[in-house]
T-cell receptor, first 117, second 113 residues
Framework: DTEVTQTPKHLVMGMTNKKSLKCEQH?????MYWYKQKAKKPPELMFV???????INESVPSRFSPECPNSSLLNLHLHALQPEDSALYLC????????????????FGSGTRLTVV | KQEVTQIPAALSVPEGENLVLNCSFT??????LQWFRQDPGKGLTSLLL?????REQTSGRLNASLDKSSGRSTLYIAASQPGDSATYLC????????????FGKGTKLTVNP
């Protein structure tokens, strides 16, 4: 299995809703990432998990709450989002975390298209 | 701070043409460089990964080169096809600091039948 699987593919939520995005990989990768991508822009890093621990938070608002239940799963919990949070949310993984042994590249999922109304 | 630039921002070519996409980066102390393809509204598909010690990588009609000392990489696409139409992103991991993946803004390629 060489894929990163993200669910759901599309999500529409109100500003008072609570929802979660899910990401799963079975490649034995020890680092997992959340990225946010707005239209016509490159992906922007949000969070990095290294060996199931949060290692990087790019000053993301607390309405986004990441969770790594185990080495294969990564969640992003959403609460009280704003319309400007509408974007494509991408999950990625890599064999080793940044700064570790040689990095063999990143594998990205197909993303969750989030619309906040 | 690492900055990645991709030129051109957009490119339109007729089917069958060979083409080159360019990527430059300001800090040559990189671990590796990765080229991705992104279709509209979709995730990123990894095309080629070049480690800092390598000069090029090939996969099918794609060839990526790396000149670390000058901070440049090129992605060569041979015999382009309409199915190659997508946005191509270049990204590097820089040694030291946070060693995060830094993306260029991409080149939007359109191959016309």
């Amino acid at each position: 299995d060489t894929e990163v699987t993200q669910t759901p593919k599309h999500l529409v939520m109100g500003m008072t809703n609570k929802k979660s995005l899910k990401c799963e990989q079975h490649m034995g990768h020890r680092a997992m990432y959340w990225y946010k991508q707005k239209a016509k822009k490159p992906p922007e890093l949000m969070f990095v998990y290294s060996y199931e621990k949060l290692s990087i938070n790019e000053s993301v608002p607390s309405r986004f709450s990441p969770e790594c239940p185990n080495s294969s799963l990564l969640n992003l919990h959403l609460h009280a989002l704003q319309p400007e949070d509408s974007a494509l949310y991408l999950c990625a993984s890599s064999q080793f975390p940044p700064g570790g042994p040689a990095n063999y590249g990143y594998t990205f999922g197909s993303g969750t298209r989030l619309t906040v109304v | 701070k690492q900055e990645v630039t991709q030129i051109p921002a957009a490119l339109s070519v007729p089917e069958g043409e060979n083409l080159v996409l360019n990527c430059s980066f300001t800090d040559s102390a990189i671990y590796n460089l990765q080229w991705f393809r992104q279709d509209p509204g979709k995730g990123l598909t990894s095309l080629l990964l070049i480690q800092s010690s390598q000069r090029e990588q090939t996969s099918g009609r794609l060839n990526a080169s790396l000149d670390k000392s000058s901070g440049r990489s090129t992605l060569y696409i041979a015999a382009s096809q309409p199915g190659d139409s997508a946005t191509y992103l270049c990204a590097v991991i820089t040694q030291g600091g946070s060693e995060k993946l830094v993306f260029g803004k991409g080149t939007k390629l359109t191959v016309n039948p």
